[in-house]
């Protein structure tokens, strides 16, 4: 054996938790301008008044969510005057989750697993941050998953017209929106967008100069020194570049070496790159799955397999040849599309002829969504 292998107990990372998707870094670089003005608006609430109700918008991996959480670990270190509670509405997206989310962050306990109303829950999440002369800061993280459920405006309403039936309730909110196409203010009820008024804070995507500097942030922090040459870094920055995302850079890194360890090497080489970037890209649709219902995997699964067969997937085509095996009605069927849509899983597009006819397709190879979906 070559003296330069690995050996069965060495490895090329001097701190893989750097590789993590939800990682926190302790260097947090171009966004300064953002922080601070998230900062201005949240600043009323050291006062004892409602903060500024902010959304936060911006393509996947711009750092929004990483922004709000530096800002939320900041206000807990500082004050116990602001309360901040940051949700996933990936997977919390319901009102009642999200209610259960709250009571669980002012309790350290979860709500009573069964016979709780909504009523309930909410009454004494009001007692609690009366009882405390707390103000609530509720990060609603994907937002745009409660519009996808029709639940975006209940939730906004009870948060933000809580204090009109409970007096000295004082809540505001982030919403973090990455779908660029949303307007959360032509979505919301009239009576949600009379309290709601927020202030926007855009996140530009990175620049290739950023993001090389963030991922060699990374480098220096995860892996050992003459890991990664500048070449195959420069390839990583390439292909993070092409996809858009920093989350796929950073996973990009951690595959590339894993790869190599595999191969009981002392250095990543571009073959690890391209071996690791066949999943990497696919970052995005790995994630957007785990948040589907088991209808909606089914809905999706289903579409995949057809587009390996036909040429042209008409909307109405396809529910009629899967709405007895999916067990679904038009109207649902319907929803989900412009669920998977707006997640960037299909294009829905519109074909004119005898009528306006909705064609489907696939924004993923559709080989590996089955694959991923198993």
């Known amino acids: 054996m070559k003296k330069d292998l690995l050996m069965w107990d060495e490895t090329l990372f001097r701190d893989v938790e750097v590789f993590e998707i939800d990682y926190m870094p302790e260097q947090f670089d171009f966004r300064d301008s953002q922080i601070r003005e998230l900062a201005i608006n ?14 936060c918008k911006g393509l996947p991996g711009t750092g ?12 807990e270190e500082k004050t116990k005057k ?7 509405c990936q997977i919390d997206n319901t009102k009642f989750a999200i209610f259960s989310q709250i009571y ?23 007692k609690i941050l009366s009882d405390k002369d707390a103000v609530l800061l509720v990060c609603l993280d994907d937002a745009n998953y409660l519009l996808y459920e029709k639940e975006i405006s209940n939730v906004l309403y ?12 004082r809540i505001g909110v982030i919403t973090i929106i990455s779908d660029m196409t949303v307007d959360l203010m032509q979505e919301v009820d009239n009576r949600v967008a009379s309290v709601f008024r927020p202030s926007e804070i855009y996140f530009a995507p990175y620049s290739q100069s950023e993001i090389s500097e963030i991922l060699n942030q990374r480098v220096m922090q995860g892996l050992y020194p003459g890991v990664l040459s500048s070449d195959i870094f420069e390839l990583i920055v390439e292909q993070t570049m092409k996809s858009g995302d ?7 890194l951690k595959r590339s070496a894993l790869n190599a360890e595999k191969d009981a090497r002392k250095e990543i080489v571009k073959d690890d790159v391209c071996r690791a970037y066949l999943i990497s890209k696919y970052l995005h649709l790995s994630s957007s799955v785990k948040t589907l219902s088991d209808e909606e995997k ?6 995949a397999q057809m587009s390996q067969k036909e040429k042209e997937m008409n909307a109405g085509s396809v529910f009629d040849e899967l709405k007895d095996s999916l067990k679904i009605g038009y109207t649902r069927y319907s ?34 969504i089955i694959d991923i979906l198993g």
């Open 64 to 75: 929004k969510t990483t922004t709000v959480k530096m800002l939320f670990s900041d206000i």
């Open 42 to 55: 949240v600043k009323p609430g050291l006062a004892g008044a409602r903060p500024l109700n902010t959304i």
């Open 298 to 303: 089914g809905l999706l699964k289903a579409i």
């Open 104 to 126: 669980k962050k002012l309790t350290k306990r979860p709500p009573p697993a069964s016979g709780t109303s909504f009523k309930n829950l909410f009454d004494q999440v009001c």
């Open 246 to 252: 920093l989350r796929v850079g950073i996973d990009l």
């Open 158 to 169: 009870t948060l933000l017209r809580s204090h009109e039936a409970n007096e000295g309730v």
């Open 335 to 368: 929803e989900i599309l412009k669920k998977f849509d707006s997640m960037r899983l299909i294009n829905l597009n519109y074909k004119e002829g005898k009528g306006r006819t909705r064609l489907i397709t696939l924004r993923y190879d559709p080989s590996r």
């Open 82 to 88: 602001i309360i901040p509670v940051y949700i996933n």
